[in-house]
């Protein structure tokens, strides 16, 4: 099917505008024009009736910015997947996921890559992401069903409740088994103590660690208790030069700006299959914006769950609700083990404050503390 398609004029728009209508750089640092998947249309075109439409819970941007700054360069990431050149394809997709545009097929073709590359744990989080910002895409459903079996770990905890809420929020989340074990059991005990405090998790994306959270305040709680879910729900935020993985930049990770994508809506879904919506208070925003603007509705804090990836991220939500969580109260962080830039920031912080923070291993990935007595 050919698109329709408009002639313009030739581009006179913003310095962004101008860049994202320029052509993308291929693998050997030269400009190429970029591939699409119609015949070729004369001079500057803009694409009127896109191929495919994201779901309507999904953020709609500017028209230019979705014509020019994903149509033709997913068209390229297509084309050179199909010439076998997998590797430039996966990095032209990371390239387009950092423009935080959804765009149906793009992290299908990035778990199709992955597959490709030998990584099919990759491939298994790609195609939830694909699924979260488009529920009824039939193609990564059929790969997601294949991946299944292999990459959906079966519990070994045999707590009745955990074993039956962590089947369930287990689509909505790319936390381990090990930390979402952790995540439950500090929920239950400060419930089971009785100890005062809200709660807050920075960093949601699907919304499955928030719901499991939820649903054990719901469960054990003997006071009324709110979560307050932080995130963009948008993607990741740009990383910085500390954020990398054994010396490897975020970006060239494949886990850049842009990733770990769903919409506030997929939050929304699974805390309404729990029945905890009156329970979670989700929060949109970058945390620098929404934790000083929030700290003081949500008060004291008894758990506080770091996953914001990133150096800078990871030091606002410190900076921000490190003085909020009672004394003795628990802190889990799920990329310190993971992030070079995750593990500074806490560091760094606790060099600054002057003070001793004694961190016990999860998984190699996440470890948890709690905040000194003084």
């Not at 009736?49 to 028209?63: K, L, M, N, Q």
């Not at 660690?209 to 729900?233: E, G, H, N, V």
């Not at 905890?276 to 914006?289: C, E, S």
Request: glycine share 6%; charged share 25%.
């Amino acid at each position: 099917m050919r698109c329709r398609a408009t002639r313009l004029p030739p581009l006179r728009g913003t310095k962004r505008q101008q860049r994202l209508a320029a052509p993308w750089t291929g693998v050997d640092n030269k400009p190429h024009a970029p591939a699409c998947c119609c015949p070729p249309l004369p001079a500057l075109c803009i694409v009127t009736t896109p191929c495919s439409a994201p779901s309507p819970s999904t953020p709609r941007p500017s028209f230019l910015r979705t014509a020019l700054g994903v149509s033709l360069p997913f068209a390229r990431a297509r084309l050179l997947f199909a010439l076998g050149r997998v590797d430039a394809a996966f990095a032209l997709t990371t390239r387009i996921k950092a423009l935080k545009i959804p765009t149906r097929n793009l992290d299908l073709l990035r778990a199709q890559c992955r597959l490709k590359q030998n990584s099919p744990g990759e491939a298994f989080e790609f195609a939830k992401e694909e699924l979260r910002l488009f529920p009824n895409n039939a193609a990564a459903e059929r790969l997601l069903t294949d991946l299944r079996t292999r990459f959906t770990p079966t519990t070994t905890y045999q707590d009745a409740h955990y074993r039956a809420w962590v089947q369930v929020i287990r689509p909505y989340t790319m936390v381990s088994d090990d930390r979402l074990w952790q995540l439950f059991s500090w929920a239950k005990r400060i419930c089971e103590e009785d100890r005062p405090g809200n709660f807050a998790e920075c960093g949601v994306a699907g919304g499955g660690s928030s719901a499991l959270i939820a649903k054990t305040i719901a469960t054990y709680s003997k006071r009324p208790r709110r979560l307050y879910a932080f995130d963009t729900f948008e993607g990741m935020p740009a990383p910085r030069a500390e954020d990398t993985h054994q010396g490897v930049a975020a970006a060239d990770t494949g886990w850049g700006e842009g990733t770990c994508a769903a919409p506030m809506q997929s939050l929304r879904n699974i805390c309404r299959e729990l029945a905890v919506t009156d329970i979670v208070v989700p929060v949109q925003g970058f945390f620098a914006d929404t934790l000083p603007a929030t700290r003081a509705e949500m008060g004291e804090l008894a758990f506080l769950h770091l996953d914001g990836d990133w150096y800078e991220s990871t030091r606002d939500i410190l900076v921000n609700l490190y003085d909020q969580v009672a004394p003795g109260g628990y802190m889990q962080i799920d990329d310190y083990g993971y992030w070079e830039g995750c593990r500074r920031a806490i560091h760094d912080f606790e060099r600054e404050r002057g003070l001793t923070f004694e961190l016990h291993n999860i998984d190699g990935v996440g470890h948890w503390m709690t905040r000194p007595q003084s």
